[in-house]
Protein backbone atom coordinates (compact mmCIF):
# COMPACT_ATOMS: atom_id res chain seq x y z
CA UNK A 1 0.00 0.00 0.00
CA UNK A 2 1.31 3.67 -0.60
CA UNK A 3 3.38 5.06 1.90
CA UNK A 4 4.96 1.11 2.64
CA UNK A 5 8.58 1.57 1.73
CA UNK A 6 11.12 -0.90 0.47
CA UNK A 7 14.89 -0.01 1.57
CA UNK A 8 15.46 0.62 -2.12
CA UNK A 9 12.83 3.21 -1.89
CA UNK A 10 13.85 4.39 1.07
CA UNK A 11 17.98 4.64 -0.54
CA UNK A 12 16.20 6.49 -3.36
CA UNK A 13 14.00 9.09 -1.02
CA UNK A 14 17.58 9.32 1.17
CA UNK A 15 19.43 10.17 -2.34
CA UNK A 16 16.97 12.97 -3.15
CA UNK A 17 16.69 15.05 0.40
CA UNK A 18 13.26 13.52 0.78
CA UNK A 19 14.04 11.71 4.20
CA UNK A 20 16.84 12.13 6.61
CA UNK A 21 15.79 10.97 9.83
CA UNK A 22 14.84 6.98 11.15
CA UNK A 23 12.73 6.35 13.48
CA UNK A 24 14.08 2.76 14.88
CA UNK A 25 11.01 2.01 17.36
CA UNK A 26 9.60 -1.24 19.46
CA UNK A 27 6.28 -1.61 21.02
CA UNK A 28 6.75 -1.28 24.96
CA UNK A 29 4.45 -3.14 27.48
CA UNK A 30 1.83 -0.31 27.40
CA UNK A 31 1.71 -0.38 23.90
CA UNK A 32 4.17 2.79 23.41
CA UNK A 33 6.62 3.36 20.80
CA UNK A 34 9.80 3.53 22.22
CA UNK A 35 13.56 3.71 20.17
CA UNK A 36 16.22 6.01 18.58
CA UNK A 37 15.86 8.47 15.65
CA UNK A 38 18.90 7.55 13.27
CA UNK A 39 20.32 10.09 10.64
CA UNK A 40 19.13 7.88 7.40
CA UNK A 41 22.23 7.49 6.33
CA UNK A 42 22.92 5.78 9.64
CA UNK A 43 20.15 3.57 9.13
CA UNK A 44 20.90 3.18 5.80
CA UNK A 45 24.58 2.00 6.96
CA UNK A 46 23.86 -0.48 8.94
CA UNK A 47 20.95 -0.12 11.29
CA UNK A 48 18.68 -1.23 9.27
CA UNK A 49 19.63 -4.69 10.13
CA UNK A 50 20.20 -3.95 14.37
CA UNK A 51 20.54 -1.77 17.04
CA UNK A 52 20.03 -2.03 21.00
CA UNK A 53 18.03 -1.11 23.65
CA UNK A 54 17.85 -1.11 27.41
CA UNK A 55 16.02 -4.33 28.30
CA UNK A 56 14.55 -1.91 30.94
CA UNK A 57 11.98 -1.08 28.06
CA UNK A 58 10.09 -4.37 28.28
CA UNK A 59 9.66 -4.21 32.31
CA UNK A 60 8.32 -0.68 33.37
CA UNK A 61 5.35 1.65 33.77
CA UNK A 62 3.77 4.07 32.02
CA UNK A 63 6.28 6.29 34.49
CA UNK A 64 9.36 4.38 33.35
CA UNK A 65 9.94 2.95 36.75
CA UNK A 66 11.79 0.26 37.42
CA UNK A 67 9.81 -2.53 39.69
CA UNK A 68 11.12 -5.54 41.25
CA UNK A 69 9.79 -8.74 40.88
CA UNK A 70 10.71 -9.04 37.44
CA UNK A 71 12.21 -12.25 36.26
CA UNK A 72 13.59 -11.32 32.50
CA UNK A 73 15.47 -8.10 34.04
CA UNK A 74 16.46 -6.53 37.44
CA UNK A 75 19.24 -4.04 38.96
CA UNK A 76 20.64 -6.87 40.53
CA UNK A 77 20.91 -8.31 36.46
CA UNK A 78 22.26 -4.74 36.02
CA UNK A 79 19.75 -3.99 33.44
CA UNK A 80 21.45 -5.04 30.20
CA UNK A 81 20.55 -4.58 26.31
CA UNK A 82 18.24 -5.98 23.60
CA UNK A 83 18.86 -6.09 20.04
CA UNK A 84 16.13 -4.72 18.14
CA UNK A 85 15.69 -6.18 14.87
CA UNK A 86 14.09 -3.84 12.22
CA UNK A 87 11.20 -5.55 10.39
CA UNK A 88 11.48 -4.02 7.07
CA UNK A 89 8.14 -5.02 5.94
CA UNK A 90 6.89 -2.49 8.32
CA UNK A 91 9.27 0.43 7.08
CA UNK A 92 6.98 3.84 5.88
CA UNK A 93 6.91 7.43 5.45
CA UNK A 94 5.93 9.23 8.49
CA UNK A 95 4.00 11.50 6.48
CA UNK A 96 2.94 13.64 9.47
CA UNK A 97 6.93 15.16 10.50
CA UNK A 98 8.84 16.34 8.01
CA UNK A 99 11.88 14.10 6.08
CA UNK A 100 10.74 11.44 8.30
CA UNK A 101 10.65 7.16 8.23
CA UNK A 102 9.51 4.68 10.94
CA UNK A 103 10.02 0.76 11.23
CA UNK A 104 9.08 -1.19 13.62
CA UNK A 105 11.13 -3.73 15.76
CA UNK A 106 11.45 -7.27 16.71
CA UNK A 107 13.52 -7.79 20.08
CA UNK A 108 15.72 -10.45 20.37
CA UNK A 109 17.95 -11.42 23.52
CA UNK A 110 21.69 -9.71 23.22
CA UNK A 111 23.24 -13.34 25.06
CA UNK A 112 20.70 -15.99 23.90
CA UNK A 113 19.89 -14.86 20.39
CA UNK A 114 16.30 -15.82 20.86
CA UNK A 115 13.33 -13.79 20.32
CA UNK A 116 12.25 -12.45 24.04
CA UNK A 117 8.88 -14.00 24.93
CA UNK A 118 7.23 -11.35 26.74
CA UNK A 119 7.76 -8.85 23.91
CA UNK A 120 4.20 -7.69 22.91
CA UNK A 121 4.73 -8.59 19.10
CA UNK A 122 6.43 -11.81 19.70
CA UNK A 123 3.46 -12.25 22.05
CA UNK A 124 1.19 -12.08 19.20
CA UNK A 125 3.43 -13.47 16.68
CA UNK A 126 3.19 -16.79 18.43
CA UNK A 127 -0.63 -16.62 18.77
CA UNK A 128 -0.94 -16.22 14.85
CA UNK A 129 1.66 -19.46 14.54
CA UNK A 130 -0.82 -21.31 16.29
CA UNK A 131 -3.69 -20.20 14.06
CA UNK A 132 -1.50 -21.26 10.75
CA UNK A 133 -0.63 -24.32 12.46
CA UNK A 134 -4.71 -25.20 12.58
CA UNK A 135 -4.59 -23.83 9.02
CA UNK A 136 -6.20 -20.82 9.98
CA UNK A 137 -5.54 -16.79 9.57
CA UNK A 138 -7.40 -13.71 11.06
CA UNK A 139 -8.56 -10.64 10.18
CA UNK A 140 -8.93 -8.01 13.10
CA UNK A 141 -9.72 -4.54 13.39
CA UNK A 142 -9.65 -2.07 16.05
CA UNK A 143 -12.27 0.72 16.64
CA UNK A 144 -10.31 3.64 18.44
CA UNK A 145 -11.91 5.81 20.75
CA UNK A 146 -10.33 8.99 22.26
CA UNK A 147 -11.06 12.43 23.49
CA UNK A 148 -9.80 15.62 22.04
CA UNK A 149 -9.23 18.35 24.66
CA UNK A 150 -9.19 22.69 23.84
CA UNK A 151 -5.81 22.82 25.36
CA UNK A 152 -2.10 21.35 24.97
CA UNK A 153 -0.53 18.18 26.81
CA UNK A 154 1.77 20.47 28.46
CA UNK A 155 -1.17 22.93 29.59
CA UNK A 156 -3.20 20.49 30.91
CA UNK A 157 0.08 18.85 32.73
CA UNK A 158 0.43 22.78 34.13
CA UNK A 159 -3.07 22.92 35.77
CA UNK A 160 -2.30 19.60 37.43
CA UNK A 161 -4.62 18.00 35.05
CA UNK A 162 -7.88 19.98 36.11
CA UNK A 163 -7.96 22.09 32.87
CA UNK A 164 -9.96 19.23 31.45
CA UNK A 165 -12.40 21.07 28.82
CA UNK A 166 -13.03 18.88 25.65
CA UNK A 167 -12.79 20.50 22.23
CA UNK A 168 -16.85 20.05 22.01
CA UNK A 169 -19.54 21.09 23.73
CA UNK A 170 -21.68 18.73 23.70
CA UNK A 171 -22.57 15.02 22.88
CA UNK A 172 -21.12 14.47 18.81
CA UNK A 173 -21.97 11.17 17.69
CA UNK A 174 -21.90 10.60 14.25
CA UNK A 175 -22.66 14.67 14.05
CA UNK A 176 -21.03 16.62 10.80
CA UNK A 177 -21.32 20.01 12.54
CA UNK A 178 -19.32 18.94 15.26
CA UNK A 179 -16.61 16.71 13.96
CA UNK A 180 -16.46 19.83 11.24
CA UNK A 181 -14.71 22.03 14.12
CA UNK A 182 -11.89 18.84 14.69
CA UNK A 183 -11.35 19.13 11.03
CA UNK A 184 -8.28 20.70 12.29
CA UNK A 185 -6.73 17.57 13.94
CA UNK A 186 -8.83 14.53 12.01
CA UNK A 187 -7.89 15.63 8.51
CA UNK A 188 -4.64 15.53 8.64
CA UNK A 189 -4.71 12.33 11.00
CA UNK A 190 -6.72 10.28 8.10
CA UNK A 191 -4.60 11.72 5.61
CA UNK A 192 -1.06 11.56 7.14
CA UNK A 193 -1.93 7.63 8.20
CA UNK A 194 -3.20 6.66 4.82
CA UNK A 195 -0.03 8.47 3.73
CA UNK A 196 2.24 6.49 5.66
CA UNK A 197 0.84 3.06 4.78
CA UNK A 198 -2.19 2.98 7.42
CA UNK A 199 -5.77 1.98 5.73
CA UNK A 200 -7.31 4.43 7.22
CA UNK A 201 -11.33 3.83 6.58
CA UNK A 202 -13.19 7.02 8.38
CA UNK A 203 -13.63 8.85 11.51
CA UNK A 204 -16.68 10.09 13.14
CA UNK A 205 -18.25 11.55 16.10
CA UNK A 206 -18.50 9.89 19.47
CA UNK A 207 -21.52 9.71 22.21
CA UNK A 208 -19.86 12.15 24.39
CA UNK A 209 -18.80 16.05 23.98
CA UNK A 210 -15.15 16.06 22.27
CA UNK A 211 -15.32 11.88 21.93
CA UNK A 212 -14.03 10.82 17.94
CA UNK A 213 -13.44 7.82 16.48
CA UNK A 214 -11.07 6.74 14.39
CA UNK A 215 -11.69 3.21 12.21
CA UNK A 216 -8.82 1.46 10.04
CA UNK A 217 -9.48 -1.71 8.07
CA UNK A 218 -9.06 -4.78 8.90
CA UNK A 219 -6.20 -6.88 8.63
CA UNK A 220 -4.53 -9.80 9.91
CA UNK A 221 -3.40 -9.48 13.51
CA UNK A 222 -0.03 -7.87 13.66
CA UNK A 223 -0.81 -5.68 10.49
CA UNK A 224 -4.05 -4.45 12.92
CA UNK A 225 -1.92 -4.10 16.06
CA UNK A 226 1.07 -2.15 13.97
CA UNK A 227 -1.14 -0.29 12.51
CA UNK A 228 -3.54 0.38 16.06
CA UNK A 229 0.22 1.56 17.54
CA UNK A 230 0.92 4.01 14.94
CA UNK A 231 -2.86 5.52 14.53
CA UNK A 232 -2.73 6.06 18.40
CA UNK A 233 0.56 7.69 18.34
CA UNK A 234 -0.50 10.34 15.17
CA UNK A 235 -3.22 10.89 17.16
CA UNK A 236 -1.47 12.27 20.11
CA UNK A 237 1.44 13.50 17.76
CA UNK A 238 -1.16 15.81 15.14
CA UNK A 239 -3.13 16.75 18.24
CA UNK A 240 0.07 18.21 19.72
CA UNK A 241 1.17 19.55 16.43
CA UNK A 242 -2.74 21.82 17.06
CA UNK A 243 -1.90 22.61 20.45
CA UNK A 244 -4.60 20.21 21.53
CA UNK A 245 -3.99 17.51 23.66
CA UNK A 246 -5.69 13.72 22.61
CA UNK A 247 -6.59 11.39 25.33
CA UNK A 248 -6.61 7.50 25.67
CA UNK A 249 -7.47 6.92 28.63
CA UNK A 250 -10.40 4.70 29.32
CA UNK A 251 -12.22 6.90 31.34
CA UNK A 252 -11.11 10.96 32.17
CA UNK A 253 -14.08 11.35 34.36
CA UNK A 254 -16.49 9.97 36.23
CA UNK A 255 -19.54 11.65 34.49
CA UNK A 256 -18.49 11.31 30.88
CA UNK A 257 -18.25 8.32 28.81
CA UNK A 258 -15.36 6.16 28.49
CA UNK A 259 -13.35 5.68 25.10
CA UNK A 260 -13.22 1.85 23.97
CA UNK A 261 -11.41 0.03 21.64
CA UNK A 262 -14.10 -2.71 20.50
CA UNK A 263 -12.25 -5.91 18.48
CA UNK A 264 -14.31 -7.30 15.14
CA UNK A 265 -12.72 -10.64 14.25
CA UNK A 266 -13.12 -13.31 12.21
CA UNK A 267 -11.28 -16.43 10.64
CA UNK A 268 -10.37 -17.53 7.34
CA UNK A 269 -8.62 -20.76 5.33
CA UNK A 270 -5.11 -20.56 3.79
CA UNK A 271 -7.01 -18.94 0.48
CA UNK A 272 -9.01 -16.18 2.87
CA UNK A 273 -12.33 -17.43 2.52
CA UNK A 274 -14.40 -16.87 5.71
CA UNK A 275 -14.40 -20.30 8.05
CA UNK A 276 -17.29 -18.31 9.92
CA UNK A 277 -20.08 -17.97 7.66
CA UNK A 278 -22.37 -20.83 6.68
CA UNK A 279 -25.03 -19.57 4.84
CA UNK A 280 -27.27 -22.66 5.93
CA UNK A 281 -26.54 -22.18 9.79
CA UNK A 282 -28.53 -20.03 12.21
CA UNK A 283 -27.29 -16.06 11.54
CA UNK A 284 -24.81 -17.41 9.14
CA UNK A 285 -22.55 -18.45 11.78
CA UNK A 286 -20.49 -21.82 11.35
CA UNK A 287 -19.49 -24.57 13.60
CA UNK A 288 -15.68 -22.92 14.02
CA UNK A 289 -17.17 -19.78 14.57
CA UNK A 290 -19.60 -20.97 17.11
CA UNK A 291 -16.76 -22.88 18.95
CA UNK A 292 -14.53 -19.75 18.59
CA UNK A 293 -17.10 -17.74 20.04
CA UNK A 294 -17.95 -19.67 22.80
CA UNK A 295 -14.36 -19.71 23.65
CA UNK A 296 -13.77 -15.98 23.96
CA UNK A 297 -16.88 -16.29 26.28
CA UNK A 298 -15.41 -19.15 28.38
CA UNK A 299 -12.10 -17.31 28.98
CA UNK A 300 -13.69 -13.63 29.01
CA UNK A 301 -12.62 -13.24 33.21
CA UNK A 302 -8.89 -14.80 32.02
CA UNK A 303 -8.36 -12.34 29.49
CA UNK A 304 -10.22 -9.09 30.98
CA UNK A 305 -6.51 -7.99 32.12
CA UNK A 306 -5.14 -7.61 28.07
CA UNK A 307 -8.55 -5.71 27.41
CA UNK A 308 -8.20 -3.51 30.68
CA UNK A 309 -4.20 -3.36 32.32
CA UNK A 310 -4.72 -0.26 34.46
CA UNK A 311 -6.80 0.81 37.94
CA UNK A 312 -8.34 3.33 35.74
CA UNK A 313 -9.72 1.02 33.21
CA UNK A 314 -12.49 -0.91 35.39
CA UNK A 315 -14.23 3.32 36.13
CA UNK A 316 -15.31 2.09 32.60
CA UNK A 317 -17.51 -0.55 32.99
CA UNK A 318 -20.48 1.15 33.73
CA UNK A 319 -23.92 0.53 33.28
CA UNK A 320 -25.60 2.52 30.77
CA UNK A 321 -22.50 3.73 29.05
CA UNK A 322 -22.62 1.16 26.25
CA UNK A 323 -18.99 -0.25 28.08
CA UNK A 324 -20.25 -3.79 28.76
CA UNK A 325 -20.56 -5.47 32.08
CA UNK A 326 -21.40 -8.80 31.52
CA UNK A 327 -19.57 -11.18 29.14
CA UNK A 328 -22.47 -13.01 27.04
CA UNK A 329 -22.62 -12.60 23.59
CA UNK A 330 -25.90 -10.72 21.51
CA UNK A 331 -26.69 -10.02 17.90
CA UNK A 332 -26.45 -6.80 16.90
CA UNK A 333 -26.60 -5.28 20.62
CA UNK A 334 -24.35 -3.14 22.26
CA UNK A 335 -25.14 -3.58 25.91
CA UNK A 336 -23.57 -6.80 25.41
CA UNK A 337 -19.58 -8.38 25.98
CA UNK A 338 -19.63 -9.76 22.42
CA UNK A 339 -21.79 -8.59 19.28
CA UNK A 340 -22.16 -10.59 16.80
CA UNK A 341 -22.08 -8.17 13.26
CA UNK A 342 -22.71 -8.90 9.69
CA UNK A 343 -25.36 -11.49 10.32
CA UNK A 344 -25.81 -13.94 7.85
CA UNK A 345 -22.82 -11.81 5.51
CA UNK A 346 -19.46 -12.88 4.07
CA UNK A 347 -17.98 -10.52 6.53
CA UNK A 348 -19.88 -12.21 9.88
CA UNK A 349 -17.20 -11.54 12.60
CA UNK A 350 -17.73 -11.36 16.32
CA UNK A 351 -16.71 -7.91 18.20
CA UNK A 352 -15.06 -7.76 21.63
CA UNK A 353 -16.80 -4.75 23.49
CA UNK A 354 -14.50 -5.07 26.90
CA UNK A 355 -11.39 -3.70 25.58
CA UNK A 356 -10.68 0.29 26.41
CA UNK A 357 -9.07 2.58 24.26
CA UNK A 358 -6.12 1.98 27.11
CA UNK A 359 -5.14 -1.51 26.36
CA UNK A 360 -2.03 -3.08 24.24
CA UNK A 361 -2.98 -3.87 21.02
CA UNK A 362 -0.42 -6.77 20.53
CA UNK A 363 -1.52 -8.57 24.21
CA UNK A 364 -5.31 -7.93 23.50
CA UNK A 365 -5.09 -9.88 20.07
CA UNK A 366 -3.31 -12.44 20.97
CA UNK A 367 -5.52 -13.01 23.91
CA UNK A 368 -8.53 -13.18 22.12
CA UNK A 369 -7.02 -15.48 19.70
CA UNK A 370 -6.14 -17.70 22.15
CA UNK A 371 -8.75 -17.85 24.32
CA UNK A 372 -10.70 -18.59 20.34
CA UNK A 373 -8.64 -21.06 19.49
CA UNK A 374 -9.02 -22.74 22.27
CA UNK A 375 -12.70 -22.92 21.88
CA UNK A 376 -12.86 -24.19 18.61
CA UNK A 377 -10.03 -26.96 19.48
CA UNK A 378 -12.23 -27.96 22.51
CA UNK A 379 -15.30 -27.83 20.20
CA UNK A 380 -16.78 -25.49 23.07
CA UNK A 381 -20.50 -25.14 23.04
CA UNK A 382 -22.51 -21.57 22.16
CA UNK A 383 -24.95 -21.07 24.94
CA UNK A 384 -28.03 -19.31 23.34
CA UNK A 385 -27.59 -15.04 22.49
CA UNK A 386 -28.72 -12.99 24.95
CA UNK A 387 -31.30 -10.11 24.14
CA UNK A 388 -32.32 -7.13 26.13
CA UNK A 389 -30.65 -5.07 28.59
CA UNK A 390 -27.91 -6.74 29.05
CA UNK A 391 -26.79 -4.82 32.00
CA UNK A 392 -29.82 -5.55 34.09
CA UNK A 393 -29.22 -9.41 32.98
CA UNK A 394 -29.06 -12.07 36.35
CA UNK A 395 -27.97 -14.83 33.96
CA UNK A 396 -24.70 -13.85 32.30
CA UNK A 397 -21.75 -13.71 34.15
CA UNK A 398 -19.88 -10.03 35.21
CA UNK A 399 -16.61 -9.38 33.24
CA UNK A 400 -14.46 -8.62 36.42
CA UNK A 401 -15.36 -5.40 37.72
CA UNK A 402 -11.26 -4.41 39.13
CA UNK A 403 -7.99 -4.91 38.54
CA UNK A 404 -7.44 -7.00 41.14
CA UNK A 405 -9.91 -9.49 40.30
CA UNK A 406 -9.05 -9.82 36.90
CA UNK A 407 -4.85 -9.88 37.75
CA UNK A 408 -6.14 -13.20 39.76
CA UNK A 409 -8.10 -14.68 36.83
CA UNK A 410 -5.17 -14.25 34.41
CA UNK A 411 -2.65 -15.25 36.89
CA UNK A 412 -4.79 -19.14 37.51
CA UNK A 413 -5.42 -19.41 33.57
CA UNK A 414 -4.25 -22.51 32.53
CA UNK A 415 -5.24 -21.60 29.09
CA UNK A 416 -3.20 -18.38 28.89
CA UNK A 417 -0.49 -20.26 30.68
CA UNK A 418 -0.47 -23.10 27.64
CA UNK A 419 -0.92 -20.33 25.12
CA UNK A 420 1.09 -17.33 25.91
CA UNK A 421 4.03 -19.67 28.40
CA UNK A 422 4.64 -19.55 32.26
CA UNK A 423 7.34 -16.80 31.84
CA UNK A 424 4.97 -14.41 29.83
CA UNK A 425 1.73 -14.68 32.11
CA UNK A 426 4.25 -14.63 35.39
CA UNK A 427 5.87 -11.25 33.55
CA UNK A 428 2.37 -9.36 33.02
CA UNK A 429 1.09 -10.90 36.39
CA UNK A 430 4.11 -8.48 37.72
CA UNK A 431 3.17 -5.64 35.90
CA UNK A 432 -0.52 -5.88 37.17
CA UNK A 433 0.54 -6.21 40.66
CA UNK A 434 3.31 -3.34 40.70
CA UNK A 435 0.29 -1.01 39.03
CA UNK A 436 -1.82 -2.14 41.62
CA UNK A 437 0.69 -1.56 44.38
CA UNK A 438 1.60 1.57 43.53
CA UNK A 439 -2.22 3.30 43.11
CA UNK A 440 -2.61 1.76 46.50
CA UNK A 441 -0.02 3.44 48.55
CA UNK A 442 -1.20 7.05 46.35
CA UNK A 443 -3.94 9.16 48.72
CA UNK A 444 -5.94 10.58 45.91
CA UNK A 445 -7.65 14.06 45.93
CA UNK A 446 -10.72 12.16 46.51
CA UNK A 447 -10.24 10.62 49.45
CA UNK A 448 -8.58 13.75 50.86
CA UNK A 449 -11.72 16.09 49.86
CA UNK A 450 -13.89 13.96 51.23
CA UNK A 451 -12.54 13.15 54.58
CA UNK A 452 -10.06 16.30 55.37
CA UNK A 453 -12.86 17.96 57.26
CA UNK A 454 -15.69 15.64 57.69
CA UNK A 455 -13.60 12.34 58.96
P1 LIG B 1 -19.77 -0.71 12.88
O1 LIG B 1 -19.58 0.74 12.59
O2 LIG B 1 -21.16 -1.19 12.70
O3 LIG B 1 -19.17 -1.15 14.19
P2 LIG B 1 -18.07 -1.14 10.53
O4 LIG B 1 -18.72 -1.58 9.28
O5 LIG B 1 -17.62 0.29 10.63
O6 LIG B 1 -18.97 -1.56 11.79
O7 LIG B 1 -16.79 -2.06 10.76
C1 LIG B 1 -16.04 -1.99 11.93
C2 LIG B 1 -14.70 -2.60 11.66
O8 LIG B 1 -14.86 -3.98 11.31
C3 LIG B 1 -13.94 -1.95 10.52
O9 LIG B 1 -12.63 -1.60 10.98
C4 LIG B 1 -13.87 -3.04 9.44
O10 LIG B 1 -12.66 -3.00 8.69
C5 LIG B 1 -13.95 -4.30 10.28
N1 LIG B 1 -14.40 -5.49 9.53
C6 LIG B 1 -15.24 -5.52 8.46
N2 LIG B 1 -15.37 -6.78 8.02
C7 LIG B 1 -14.62 -7.59 8.82
C8 LIG B 1 -14.34 -8.98 8.89
N3 LIG B 1 -14.89 -9.85 8.03
N4 LIG B 1 -13.51 -9.43 9.86
C9 LIG B 1 -12.98 -8.57 10.76
N5 LIG B 1 -13.19 -7.25 10.73
C10 LIG B 1 -13.99 -6.75 9.80
Known amino acids: MTGLLSLDNLKSHVGA ?24 QHFLDGAWEETHCCNYLLATDLEMATPDGYAATSW ?10 PDLSTLRRVAWLDGTAMVLSDIVDHHKHEGV ?3 PRTVLKRQVEQLEA ?5 NMATELEFFLFEKSFDEIRRSGFRDLEPISGYNEDYHILQTTKEEVVMR ?6 YASGVPVENSKGEAEAGQEELNIRYADPIACADHHTIAKHATKEIAWQHGHAASFIAKWHHDRVGSASHIHQSLSDRNGKSVFFDDSADHGMSGIMRHYVAGLIQYAADTTYFLAPYINSYKRFAKGTFAPTKTAWSIDNRTAGFRLCGEHTEAVRIECRIGGSDFNPYLALAAQLAAGLKGVKDKLELPPPTAGD ?35 IDHYTRAATWEQEEF ?16
Open 17 to 40: GEIDTVLVCLVDMQGRLMGKRFHA
Open 76 to 85: EDGYGDYVMR
Open 117 to 119: PHN
Open 134 to 138: HGLTA
Open 188 to 193: PLRNHL
Open 390 to 424: LYASKRSRDVPSTLRAATEAMRKSKMLREAFGDDV
Open 440 to 455: DRVVTNYEVARGFERA
